[in-house]
DNA sequence: CATGAGCGA
């Protein structure tokens, strides 16, 4: 067999060198150890053959710790030595100096999107805030896909013109009331109970009845996707001024959408802008309805 | 197509 005669290239470095070593290390002086001194400082001297099989000297001069404890303070110091506590009582002594907790902390987000009730700085084109806050709602205006691509990059848009700004200041018809101009001014923003309503009959009214339930400005949704649920409504309409309730009829029997939902505005201009802009608007595929809603039947 | 839940003294 030729196999004695491979052994030595089939060894590894690893080994190769310490069977080098371990034979004939006996014939080498004994490690030595000086200090540390009142510097700090020890140094180690050892012996051990280099490659050439050559004995060769090595010595390591290193500084204690005593020096680097001298530069903590003694507050740090200190707190070496007090008890463990917490996780750390079931450790050994000196095992770690850090802790992993496990405890889960559960970080609140003060204004997660689609949650914020203020709204600053709404300006432009509304469907163009939507969806900012990080929510993926793409609505495309010429073909009303939602989720999919924006209206520049519509593949249709070449075919279809989308009709004119999707959405423009209020109307500067009858309803320029002063409520209108301070609504249109800051948008969204907290409206007094005294200007809530807006104009037409309630106009002749001194403020609002706050003690019944603000069913006013009430607008329908009809021809909703089975899956639009009242955020997906609210993160429609809230563009147009502050939205008081949003509401999507619900099947109880089956938990399913029936289809249909309301949204009641703060302002009677907002709700008549959203209505305007709204209607006929294509939303999930299909062409949303938008009106007035009739008075709840009790 | 279609007009909302809860609501108790």
């Known amino acids: 067999m030729v196999m004695a005669a491979e052994q030595p290239s089939k060894m590894r470095w690893g080994e190769l060198e ?172 907290y409206v007094p109970p005294s200007m809530r309503g807006g104009g037409g009959a309630n106009s002749e009214r001194t403020g609002t009845d706050m003690r019944r339930r603000n069913d006013e400005n009430s607008v329908r949704v009809t021809n909703l996707s089975e899956d639009t649920r009242e955020p997906d409504l609210l993160e429609l309409f809230r563009p147009f001024g502050a939205v008081s309730r949003v509401y999507v009829a619900i099947d109880q029997k089956s938990g399913m959408s029936r289809g249909f939902g309301f949204v009641n505005f703060v302002t009677r201009e907002d709700a008549e802008r959203a209505i305007n802009k709204l209607n006929g608007y294509g939303y999930d595929s299909l062409i949303l309805r938008v009106e007035w809603a009739a008075p709840r039947a009790n």
Request: glycine share 8%; net charge positive; aromatic share 4%.
């Open 18 to 189: 310490e069977d080098d070593g371990e034979d004939l290390d006996f014939l080498l002086p004994p490690k030595q150890v000086v200090g540390p001194d009142a510097n700090g400082i020890k140094k180690v001297v050892e012996y051990k053959f280099n490659e050439e099989g050559n004995k060769v000297k090595i010595t390591t001069t290193t500084r204690t710790r005593k020096l680097a404890h001298a530069r903590l303070s003694k507050r740090a110091v200190e707190r070496r030595s007090w008890p463990k506590f917490g996780d750390a009582v079931h450790e050994d002594v000196g095992a770690r100096l850090t802790m992993i907790s496990t405890e889960e902390i559960l970080l609140e987000r003060p204004r997660a999107p689609g949650t914020k009730q203020d709204e600053n700085k709404v300006s432009g084109d509304p469907l163009a805030q939507m969806g900012k806050g990080g929510a993926v709602l793409m609505l495309c205006r010429t073909c009303g896909k939602k989720g999919d691509h924006w209206t520049s990059r519509c593949p249709y848009k070449d075919l279809a013109q989308p009709s004119e700004s999707f959405i423009d200041k209020p109307l500067p018809s009858d309803t320029t009331t002063a409520a209108a101009a301070a609504a249109g001014a800051t948008k969204g923003a």
